[in-house]
């Protein structure tokens, strides 16, 4: 017996491309078309799974899945940094994110 697992990234939000982290914003209408069209593309699905974030939700959706929300695969809570980019950390909080990006288990926000 084998098993095939495809993992698929949430389609392209306001958050991503603006570079920020993301808060719970959902795809943009681009996005969800793309998906939709690559939808028929893909080879049959016997489960699917999905975090519980919108733009993920949206994106299983897009595809055709009937995916499962599983609340362990919410992204991480970044706290007071969510929708802010990487430049005005650096700028208002430089230790923190130094710190953040170099030590796994390092939650300053």
């Known amino acids: 017996m084998s098993l095939r697992l495809t993992l698929l990234s949430h389609g392209a939000t ?3 491309r603006k570079a920020t982290f993301p808060i719970d914003e959902p795809l943009e209408p681009r996005a969800y078309k793309k998906a939709a069209s690559f939808a028929e593309s893909l080879e049959r699905t016997d489960a699917a799974w999905t975090s519980p974030a919108l733009r993920a939700v949206q994106t299983a959706e897009a595809l055709g899945l009937d995916a499962s929300v599983d609340p362990l695969l919410k992204d991480i809570d970044l706290g007071r940094w969510a929708g802010m980019s990487l430049s005005a950390l650096a700028a208002c ?8 990006t170099n030590n796994p288990s ?3 926000h």
């Open 14 to 16: 306001d958050a991503t």
């Open 93 to 100: 909080e430089p230790t923190a994110l130094a710190d953040w």
């Open 106 to 108: 390092s939650t300053p």
